[in-house]
Each structure stands twice: as structure tokens, then as C-alpha cells.
């Protein structure tokens, strides 16, 4: 799993070891997900933080398919808080002002959306922190929590500027997931999406072997002390 920066599928895991079991190898891939998402959970955003939402499809039942509605609110997808820890940086010579981005995270929202947000938010953003984000009416009290709270309304301008590693990373992640996965059900998405920013995390090391190994043997539980 360490091997490749994309994520790899149980079926070519079980074609690469030469391994008949499956099960057992599906297993062990999301058990090494779980703890990828265990990492990543004991850090925190700081700084300055993009953050919006992203819809990803997940399998359904063909009885039922015909029947969901499509689009935004569909039982199809699942809906996903994105957040992305970015820095603006300012050209000297141009005075252009870009925005260079260090550290992601990605959540499954239920559908007590307010609640879930408060969650996703102090749990994953320091409270000193800027953040920056669309004028959904989820997001009002969420400068209650964190240092500021900067909303404009969704626009091009705000997609490709405002929020652009935001949407660089939503789309990353569904070509990811639909290439590798094809199809995943929705109690197993957060552990796909885990494996996806994790990797991303380190995108910059040659090797996520050796830090997978140590995450693995972690003692997680005393971080709950």
C-alpha cells in the first residue's frame, strides 16, 4: 500500500502477494486505514485553513438507485468536509499573491450537519486559526470556535483563488477513488478518504513505508488520557 502515491485496490494486493484469501487481505488493507486516519487525527490545521464541502458517489443497491434523487442532497453521495492548511505568499516582483498549501484533512459529515460541523472543526482546526470558506448558513457559528471566520459567496473567483486547494483536493480524491475503487460503500468511505490524505501528507517524501510501520504500533489510547 506504501508502494505507490495512488491508492491500490484489494483485488491487485491479493494478484501482487499471490495470496488466496481475499477476506483476509481486504481486511487488513482498511485495518491499515483506520490507522492511517488514527496518524493524521493527532494533529491539528493551524494557521490558515481553506475549507468547504465535497459530495462523493457511493454504491448503492441497483433496487434503490432509480429511485434516489440525483445531485446535491442525493442518498447517492456522501457529503465530506475538506480542509486545507494554505499560506498566501506574495511575488516580490509582481506583487501577485498565490496561496502555497502544507497539510490536508477530510471528514464524512452525517446528516446533523450543524453538529457535525462544530465536530469536524474543533477537532481538526487549532482555535487559533483563520479560516476561510464559502457563506453557507452551516458555517455562521463557526467563529465561535476558531480565531476568525472569513466567508464570501461562492463564485469562479472563490473556487479557483479562495478555496483552490479546497476543490484541487475533492477532485484528486474522487478521480483517486473512482480510477482505484470504482465503487465504495458509504460505511468505509472515511477509511478510503484516510488512506487518500495521509499519502497526501507526505507527498513530498520518497518513502512512507517506515512512518507507516511506526503509526501502526503507536499506542493510541493515551492520547485519550
Same mark, same amino acid.
Given at each position: 500500500?506504501?508502494?505507490?502515491?495512488?491508492?491500490?485496490?484489494?483485488?491487485?494486493?491479493?494478484?501482487?502477494?499471490?495470496?488466496?484469501?481475499?477476506?483476509?487481505?481486504? +481486511?487488513?488493507? &482498511?485495518?491499515?486505514?483506520?490507522?492511517? =486516519?488514527? #496518524?493524521?487525527?493527532?494533529?491539528?490545521?493551524?494557521?490558515?485553513?481553506?475549507?468547504?464541502?465535497?459530495?462523493?458517489?457511493?454504491?448503492?443497491?441497483?433496487?434503490?438507485?432509480?429511485?434516489?434523487?440525483?445531485?446535491?442532497?442525493?442518498?447517492?453521495?456522501?457529503?465530506?468536509?475538506?480542509?486545507?492548511?494554505?499560506?498566501?505568499?506574495?511575488?516580490?516582483?509582481?506583487?501577485?499573491?498565490?496561496? &502555497?498549501?502544507?497539510?490536508?484533512?477530510?471528514?464524512?459529515?452525517?446528516? &446533523?450537519?450543524?453538529?457535525?460541523?462544530?465536530?469536524?472543526?474543533?477537532?481538526?482546526?487549532?482555535?487559533?486559526?483563520?479560516?476561510?470558506?464559502?457563506?453557507?448558513?452551516?458555517?455562521?457559528?463557526?467563529? +465561535?470556535?476558531?480565531?476568525?471566520?472569513?466567508?464570501?459567496?461562492?463564485?469562479?473567483?472563490?473556487?479557483?483563488?479562495?478555496?483552490?486547494?479546497?476543490?484541487?483536493?475533492?477532485?484528486?480524491?474522487?478521480?483517486?477513488?473512482?480510477?482505484?475503487?470504482?465503487?465504495?460503500? =458509504?460505511?468505509?468511505?472515511?477509511?478510503?478518504?484516510?488512506?487518500?490524505?495521509?499519502?497526501?501528507? #507526505? #507527498?513530498?517524501?520518497?518513502?512512507?513505508?517506515?512512518?507507516?510501520?511506526?503509526?501502526?504500533?503507536?499506542?493510541?489510547? &493515551?492520547?485519550? +488520557?
Amino acid at each position: 500500500m506504501t508502494g505507490t502515491k495512488k491508492g491500490i485496490s484489494a483485488c491487485e494486493l491479493q494478484r501482487q502477494l499471490g495470496y488466496k484469501r481475499y477476506n483476509t487481505i481486504w +481486511d487488513i488493507m &482498511h485495518r491499515l486505514q483506520i490507522v492511517m =486516519g488514527k #496518524r493524521d487525527a493527532l494533529y491539528q490545521l493551524t494557521d490558515m485553513v481553506e475549507f468547504d464541502e465535497g459530495y462523493f458517489e457511493k454504491e448503492v443497491s441497483k433496487q434503490t438507485k432509480s429511485i434516489l434523487k440525483r445531485g446535491k442532497g442525493s442518498q447517492r453521495q456522501s457529503n465530506v468536509a475538506v480542509m486545507a492548511e494554505s499560506t498566501p505568499l506574495e511575488d516580490i516582483e509582481t506583487g501577485k499573491v498565490s496561496r &502555497h498549501c502544507r497539510y490536508f484533512k477530510m471528514k464524512v459529515i452525517s446528516n &446533523h450537519k450543524y453538529d457535525e460541523i462544530k465536530k469536524v472543526i474543533t477537532e481538526s482546526i487549532n482555535s487559533k486559526t483563520f479560516v476561510f470558506s464559502d457563506k453557507s448558513k452551516s458555517y455562521v457559528h463557526m467563529s +465561535d470556535y476558531i480565531e476568525a471566520h472569513l466567508a464570501e459567496k461562492s463564485s469562479k473567483e472563490t473556487t479557483s483563488e479562495t478555496l483552490k486547494w479546497v476543490h484541487i483536493a475533492i477532485s484528486n480524491a474522487k478521480r483517486n477513488l473512482l480510477g482505484v475503487y470504482h465503487k465504495i460503500k =458509504g460505511e468505509y468511505l472515511q477509511n478510503y478518504l484516510d488512506e487518500f490524505v495521509y499519502k497526501l501528507n #507526505r #507527498r513530498n517524501l520518497n518513502s512512507i513505508f517506515d512512518r507507516l510501520l511506526v503509526a501502526s504500533v503507536y499506542p493510541y489510547w &493515551h492520547t485519550n +488520557d
